[in-house]
């Protein structure tokens, strides 16, 4: 497999999959990632041929492509902060040759060398989330319910900016909970975030569909690296994020 792009284009592509931020812990809330690997799908069977970023465990699936002419379907698996350290001391044009027994990186003058994984640690889970989204997830400005695999329709809805997005749930980390509440309610988009007296929220008129409630933890709009963002969930159900070429799921939180 062979990847030719720009530096920067490559960096914003890995932090997207690597969803850096304060996740909910059993003693609150710590700054960490979604993962340690990264896998990369280069397929050419369908209407949407490239390359898949993907990365996630059980709860979460984070998918960043990008357009290109396949000429051989396959997949290998990178430790993302290895590849991440060296794409930072490059700049402009960059070419990754992936093998079965290493990635090699270079520009202009420089090299470096990483081994490759033989699996996901959460291969399975990928591989389903994957498929399910592939060629369904995709952004549109107009809302409409969205179909999530064969079985799965989201019909609550919301489309904002993701700075927006980011800017108050960056907000709501000041409450220290780690549990978002989305809810929308009369054509109204709201972001809260709540524990022991303390709340914090902010409310969107932006376009909606629908209306419905969930909670999820996790720094979700982390990844969603683009101008605007979609935002599809039912009550208490799983969460989607799609922005441009950029698709994140989230299971719910649940209260046992």
Same mark, same amino acid.
């Given at each position: 497999m062979q990847l030719v792009y720009d530096s920067k284009i490559l960096r914003n592509v890995l932090s997207s999959v690597e969803l850096k931020?304060?996740?909910? &812990?059993?003693?609150?809330? +710590?700054a960490d990632s979604l993962g340690e690997y990264v896998k990369i799908i280069a397929t050419n069977d *369908?209407?949407?041929n490239g390359y898949y970023f993907l990365n996630g465990n059980a709860q979460t699936f984070v998918c960043h492509y990008l357009p290109a002419i396949i000429e051989e379907s396959e997949s290998f698996v990178i430790e993302t902060? +290895?590849?991440?350290?060296?794409? +930072?001391?490059?700049?402009? @044009?960059? &070419?990754?040759?992936?093998? @079965?027994t290493n990635c090699k990186v270079s520009c202009d003058n420089k090299r470096a060398t990483i081994p490759t994984a033989i699996l996901h640690p959460h291969e399975m889970a990928l591989d389903k989330f994957f498929h399910a989204s592939k060629e369904k997830a995709i952004? &549109?400005? @107009?809302?409409?319910?969205?179909?999530?695999?064969? +079985?799965? !329709?989201?019909? *609550?809805g919301v489309g904002l900016k993701s700075s927006h997005l980011s800017k108050a749930m960056s907000a709501c980390e000041? !409450? *220290?909970h780690g549990i978002y509440k989305f809810n929308i309610m009369d054509r109204?988009? &709201?972001?809260?975030?709540r524990k022991d007296g303390e709340q914090y929220s902010e409310a969107f008129e932006v376009p909606t569909i629908g209306e419905a409630t969930v909670e999820f933890t996790g720094p979700m709009h982390k990844g969603c690296l683009s101008e605007n963002v979609n935002i599809y969930f039912n009550d208490d159900s799983m969460i989607v994020f799609i922005a441009d070429n950029i698709t994140i799921a989230r299971a719910p939180r649940v209260v046992v």
């Open positions: 931020g304060k996740y909910l &812990t059993s003693t609150g809330l +710590k *369908g209407w949407r902060a +290895k590849l991440h350290k060296y794409l +930072k001391n490059m700049s402009g @044009e960059v &070419t990754i040759n992936i093998s @079965e952004y &549109t400005e @107009e809302l409409q319910p969205l179909e999530w695999g064969n +079985k799965t !329709v989201l019909n *609550g000041a !409450v *220290g109204e988009f &709201t972001i809260t975030s």
